[in-house]
Nanobody, 118 residues
Framework: QVRLVESGGGLVPAGGSLRLSCAVS????????MGWHRQVPGKPRELIAG???????AYADSVKGRFTISRDNAKNTLYLQMHSLKPEDTAVYFC????????????WGQGTQVTVSS
């Protein structure tokens, strides 16, 4: 059974940096789309960074120029490098991976809290 395990969240002052990791218990090869989402209480989960199977990336305007999504196929891990963090970046961050070929799946990580202090 494929699972996603996130790590790297924490408390950081405004202007600081964090790197989130999302390890998949399988291979990243065959994954069609992967991304990072975040959610604050009372609001819907929003996609902030996405990557396709051919490494095309896209970012929400709110994080463009500050966050970078990347992958390491050898480590079967997806990353989100976050710089110039702002208090409004405070949220629970989730990774997501979708695969359309067998064994197909649409999986979420358990979520990791990022808190940016002002």
């Amino acid at each position: 059974q494929v699972r996603l395990v996130e790590s790297g969240g924490g408390l950081v002052p405004a202007g600081g940096s964090l790197r989130l990791s999302c390890a998949v218990s399988g291979s990243l090869r065959g994954v069609d789309a992967m991304g990072w989402h975040r959610q604050v209480p009372g609001k819907p989960r929003e996609l902030i960074a996405g990557m396709s199977a051919v490494n095309t990336v896209a970012y929400a305007d709110s994080v463009k120029g500050r966050f970078t999504i990347s992958r390491d196929n050898a480590k079967n891990t997806l990353y989100l490098q976050m710089h110039s963090l702002k208090p409004e970046d405070t949220a629970v961050y989730f990774c997501n991976m979708k695969r359309s070929t067998w064994p197909a799946y649409d999986l979420w990580g358990q979520g990791t809290q990022v808190t940016v202090s002002s």
